[in-house]
């Protein structure tokens, strides 16, 4: 194995829920064997995984950050929810400020909001810097109450939105299916019109199909599985990987148990039910230019239920050595790592070149 080759690689992760994790007063500046041995909150929220120092500590360079928040019918253990949209509003900017402080706090973060931010960061990440991008999304869109307040969030470095979670004024999502609504298309208009990015992520079938028929600019699935091998509706089946693959988008693997091996599986899953996904994109897509990593660590889930071996960010590039293994080459796993979410980015971030 070249061990080099391994070392020179930096990561793009599509898939953080860094603010949302704040919310719930996990300190992100806290590394997360220190916060494991003090607090005992692994059992609501999983055991930690992300936080800077574990990032800065690990070959991810770049993280595609998100806004999230919950809705009270889907809160179970979980804390923080929202009971109206004004507090979903409340809830959302509230967590954009805390990216913007967050940057403001420590030099080493950069908010990435034009594609000339995108070139200046991953310039000095190639040159050794440890330094950490964040370009703002948002997961779930109540938080925008109606369509025309979308300006106001891209002033403020919004760049990417996934209408859906559950199902949100907009649209049908994970376990709750329906079309896109008449503010969804509404939305969408406006997101054409102001450049932001697409995430199907999280969208009921119906829906999914509704917006790429109506949308035109740049989509991405942030995080999500292959349907064939996990059959869920959280999953994209191979026709929705078709369409997508057709858009030019790229697809964000997510490293977590139930959307590797499945929710009834009687193990663990492994590297191999990675590289499994992986494969089967491939296949529908006949290159590896639609694959890329989107892990959703400490989104719901933490260590417990993360691929073995893996342990933490540090261990990610196990999975480069994975794929040597399985016959993908070094410049498919550039692609995988980092190259293809960077191509789609410089692309979506276009409408705001400065």
Known sequence: MNQQFLESLFIVDSHQDIAWNASLGRDFFEPAA????????????GE????LPDLLASQVRLVIGTIFVLPERAASKWEGYYTSLEEAHQQGLA????????????SRVKLIRTPQELDEHIRAVEAGAQALGIIISMEGADPITEPDQLGEWVEQGLRLIGPAWKETIYCGGTGEPGPLKPAGYRLL???QRQGVILDVSHMAEETFY????AYRGTIIASH???RHIVNTDRQLSDDMIRRLVEREAVIGVVLYDRFLAGANASRKSNLEDVIRHMSHLCEIAGHTQCIALGTDWDGGF??????????GLKDLPLLAEALLRNGFSENDVRG???GNWLRILRRGLAPFAS
């Open 189 to 191: 208009a406006e997101m």
């Open 302 to 311: 933490g260590g417990e239920a993360i691929p073995e071996p893996l342990t």
């Open 336 to 338: 995988i790592f980092y």
């Open 95 to 106: 967590q954009l400020n805390f990216y913007k402080e967050l940057a403001r706090r420590d």
């Open 48 to 51: 930690r995984l992300v936080t």
């Open 34 to 45: 220190s916060w494991r041995s003090r607090v005992n909150d692994g059992e609501k929220y």
């Open 210 to 213: 509704n917006a790429l028929d």
């Open 224 to 226: 999500s599985n292959c």
